[in-house]
């Protein structure tokens, strides 16, 4: 991986409560991430457990974001772990990403030391040749934003996290069928914005519906300037009771 096509956000480095970071990964690919400013809403270990991770080949973009619970070691192992899988072995499909999933989960679990209790939510898209696949469990949020029409919340939460104690290495039809993962894939058109984030982004948290998220990221030429302005709302009071991560992929590809 290279600056140039790649982005990692880890917990470690973007903690300091009421500040944020958000960055571009070229054209059409924005990602940011913050503490919040608080009170959290839930108890935190680290004042930031969210990390995201974003790579990109020419249009095709795979992106990340895990929202860890009870401290941010498995958010960032499973982060870096998909991250190195991904650049070595590129996703073409959902069943791809599917495994990149379910080896960073592992990576993770297999890594965890004494007294680390976290685990994480973890929701992967790939954007490629106007389809959206994904891969997700847990209850971090895909959405599919297009111009003119509501938020489409993509991913179904699932009741599992994963990189923790528990090992998702069971057999992979029983993940989905079970819905421990969800994972599927849908047309995209042209200018249309797939959006990760973790649950920071909820209303009761952040101040703004989905809807108004949405808004006001396709209000702006530069989608850099729409998640600098998403995150000025949702990190600040009377937003700010949760950490936010999110990845903006806007979709080039002509149909």
Avoid: C
Wanted: net charge negative; aromatic share 4%.
């Amino acid at each position: 991986m290279t600056d140039d096509d790649a982005l990692v956000l880890l917990a470690s480095d973007h903690a300091e409560p009421g500040r944020f970071t958000v960055r571009a990964l070229g054209d059409g690919v924005a990602a940011g991430t913050g503490p919040g400013s608080g009170p959290w809403k839930n108890r935190k270990t680290h004042p930031n457990e969210d990390s995201a991770v974003v790579l990109r080949r020419g249009d095709a973009v795979v992106a990340a974001v895990a929202d860890a619970h009870h401290g941010k070691g498995s958010g960032e192992r499973m982060a870096r772990a998909f991250a190195d899988a991904a650049s070595a072995r590129w996703p073409a499909d959902t069943d791809a990403l599917f495994e990149l999933l379910v080896h960073a989960a592992e990576a993770s679990t297999q890594a965890r030391v004494l007294g680390d209790y976290s685990e994480s939510t973890f929701v992967a898209a790939l954007v490629a040749g106007s389809t959206l696949h994904w891969a997700s469990v847990g209850d971090s949020l895909l959405v599919l934003l297009r111009g003119g029409s509501p938020a489409r919340r993509v991913a179904t939460e699932t009741s599992h996290f994963a990189g923790g104690a528990t090992s998702l290495h069971a057999a992979r039809q029983y993940l989905r069928d079970a819905m421990i993962v969800d994972a599927g894939a849908l047309p995209l058109q042209h200018n249309d914005l797939v959006l990760l984030a973790s649950d920071g982004l909820e209303s009761d948290v952040s101040g703004l519906d989905i809807d108004a998220a949405g808004a006001l990221l396709l209000g702006e030429d530069a989608l850099l300037t729409g998640v600098q302005k998403l995150f000025e709302i949702a990190t600040l009071p009377p937003g700010g009771r949760d950490n936010l991560t999110v990845v903006a992929v806007v979709n080039r590809v002509r149909t």
